[in-house]
């Protein structure tokens, strides 16, 4: 057909082979009562006519729909825009089309799981970041529709998600590799909307890592906020002001992290020289802020489980293993302080600066910890 031609229907190609439109969906349907003749003439047809088949109307003749439907909340979070992204690659190499919910109630939240579990609607749901209640958790295990979770823990469903403890344990360790001894977590305040646990999760992992090291929690260097660059830019320059500030600060998330480095800068302070940042998230722009950052399979976990919501083999009903965290290691982001107990930041206030004599007795007895050239292992 023409390019300037309306798109060609399955009444067109129905004409132009001089068969049935019947024939023409069996021939879709990869029917077995269609001879091979008329199968391949069929073909032939469609390719030249470049006919593409509803999606609605092909879910339709075969009895179930093609639709998989994703709820998710805060769209615009670069984390959430990685994972969305890796459900839409692999949904779009599939026969399936994907519909998007986002919810920024609980209220939205029920109704958007209530709508997508409707058996007549979606071949599949897949829920991204969001606690459910344990009511909700047993519905939605014996509904017929497949329910998938991403990013969160779901018993006797598929589920895949990162040990966000474990990974909060690797970003402080690796700042106390380092030679740090102040080291400060900001995080999230708890959501009681949706009960967001990752933040409160890394803040465990800072904890562990802190005590297996010897090192106290100090209540100051715990912060806590809504979730966002600002109020983390913010959190970091009521760290900075302190009397004792921290030399290293681990953030819960690689946007947080960002307003950690906006809040160094506005303060004059040179990271990492004079203060190490770690992220958490490993989002996109991590690299080219040169933050040193915990990577979390963002873009990955939104391709591992997609498939679960048309595979109805045995087996796809499972409970995928948590992935691990990894540390990207950036020049800018982490390094070795010269000196663990000596701070750069009180030194910048007129701090006395210890003798030669006294450095050296001291890095004996902290073990010789010097500086790195590479801005850290």
């Known amino acids: 057909m023409d390019v300037e031609d309306p798109l060609a ?15 023409v969906s069996r021939v879709l349907n990869d029917s077995p009562l269609v001879s091979d003749a008329t199968r391949e003439r069929v ?29 998710a909340p805060f769209f615009t979070r670069p984390s959430a825009v990685l994972r969305l992204r890796g459900l839409i690659d692999v949904v779009n190499q599939s ?14 939240r029920d109704e958007r799981f209530a709508l997508a579990t409707a058996s007549d609607r979606y071949a599949g749901v897949i829920v991204v970041s969001l606690a459910v209640d344990e009511s909700t958790l047993a519905d939605l295990r014996e509904t017929t529709v497949p329910v998938v979770f991403v990013d969160r823990r779901a018993p006797g469903l598929p589920h895949v998600f990162v040990d966000d403890t474990e990974g909060g344990r690797l970003a402080t360790a690796h700042l106390i590799e380092l030679g740090h001894r102040r080291v400060a977590f900001i995080g999230d305040d708890f959501d009681p ?9 890394r803040g465990v992992g800072y904890r562990r890592a802190m005590q297996q090291a010897g090192l106290p929690v100090r209540p100051d260097y715990f912060r806590l906020a809504e979730h966002g660059r600002k109020a983390a830019t913010a959190m970091t320059s009521a760290l900075l002001g302190l009397a004792d500030p921290p030399t290293a600060i681990f953030a819960a998330s690689d946007l947080q992290a960002l307003g950690v480095l906006e809040a160094a800068r506005a303060s004059g302070i040179r990271v990492p020289e004079e203060l190490s940042v ?18 979390q399979p963002l873009y990955e976990s939104g391709v591992r489980e997609p498939s679960c919501c048309w595979d109805r083999s045995p087996g796809t009903r499972r409970t995928v293993h948590p992935w691990c965290s990894s540390l990207s290691r950036s020049r800018c982001g982490a390094r070795r302080l010269h000196r663990p107990e000596a701070n750069p930041i009180s030194r910048m206030r007129g701090s006395r600066i210890p003798s030669p004599s006294r450095s050296r007795r001291r890095r004996r007895r902290l073990g010789g910890v010097r500086s790195s050239p590479a801005g850290g292992p």
């Open 95 to 108: 026969d399936f089309d994907v519909v998007l919910y986002a919810v920024e109630t609980p209220e939205q």
């Open 278 to 295: 770690v992220g958490f998230d490993d989002i996109e722009v991590a690299p080219y802020m040169g933050l040193t950052t915990v990577r």
């Open 193 to 201: 909307q949706f009960g967001f646990t990752s933040s409160a999760d």
């Open 43 to 71: 073909q032939k047809v469609i390719e030249e006519l470049d006919y593409r088949p509803s999606s609605v109307a092909r879910a339709l003749s075969l009895g179930r729909t093609s639709t998989v439907a994703v709820v």
């Open 9 to 23: 229907t399955i009444h067109d190609v129905a004409k132009v082979a001089g068969v049935g439109v019947g024939t």
